[in-house]
């Protein structure tokens, strides 16, 4: 297993009232060497907070996060971001690409760590690799500014695969995107979930993209329940 919630529960307290917001309600989740999962659900149900969750970017009320076996709790926060940096790749709404960087700078920007030479050289050569696999060669040393919504999120998929992490999150990767990019996007998910030996897990509002995916869960209410299975 890639990666693993065990009856996560999150709530917030709302201070001096005594009310408790009750966001997810004891949740379990699996996730496979090579599952591609769509979360869809309405607006405020906790996708991204369950998605932040399972990236170990926000911690639960109580449940376990379990990553490529290892119980996250049993981690402190160095190793645990060690991990993270390693064994995830992040997508979000908005590309967050810097705009003084260009492409090339901003797709190595999670390398940084990487110091050897070799290894260094090898990194480059693979993120020209993935720059060109997506489609975007001839931009490779342009900013942000001179790309489109649709190129820049693209490059945000390299940038999130850079370290070859074994699980991509995604959150509403298309929200910001056309039709015609959106797809794209869509199917990009599903040719790295297939050939790259990825797992894939993508918070979206767009059906589409959702059916592309082998399994959908719909989370309301604070439970998730599968709804749809390849
Ligand atoms: N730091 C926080 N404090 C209090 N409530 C929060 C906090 N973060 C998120 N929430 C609440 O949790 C709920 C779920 O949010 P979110 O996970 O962003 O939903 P979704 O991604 O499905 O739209 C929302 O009602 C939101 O207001
Ligand atoms: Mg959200």
Redesign the pocket.
């Known amino acids: 297993m890639v990666a693993e919630l065990q009856n996560i529960s999150k709530h917030?307290d709302q201070p001096g009232s005594g009310i408790r917001?009750v966001?997810l309600n004891g949740i379990s989740l699996s996730v496979g060497e090579r599952d591609s999962i769509a979360i869809v659900?309405p607006?405020?149900?906790?996708?991204?907070?369950?998605l932040n969750i399972l990236g170990t970017l926000d911690h639960p009320s109580s449940g376990r996060v379990i990553l490529d076996g290892t119980d996250t709790d049993t981690l402190d926060e160095n190793r645990l971001a060690d991990r993270r940096n390693r064994f995830i790749g992040f997508v979000f709404q908005l590309h967050h690409l810097l705009p003084q960087l260009t492409l090339l700078e901003n797709v190595l920007l999670p390398a940084l760590p990487v110091t050897d030479p070799s290894v260094r050289k090898m990194t480059i050569e693979r993120a020209k690799m993935l720059i060109e696999r997506v489609g975007l060669k001839e931009q490779v040393h342009h900013r942000p500014v001179q790309m489109s919504v649709g190129e820049c999120q693209r490059a945000a998929v390299v940038r999130a695969l850079i370290n070859q992490p074994r699980l991509l999150l995604a959150d509403e990767p298309t929200g910001s995107l056309d039709a015609s990019n959106a797809d794209l996007l869509g199917q990009l998910l599903r040719e790295l979930n297939t050939e790259q030996n990825l797992a894939v897990v993508v918070?979206t509002h767009s059906a589409e993209l959702a059916a592309g995916m082998g399994k959908i869960y719909k989370?309301t209410s604070g439970s998730l329940n599968l709804t749809k299975q390849r």
């Open positions: 917030y917001n966001i659900g607006s405020g149900s906790g996708k991204s907070t369950l918070v989370l």
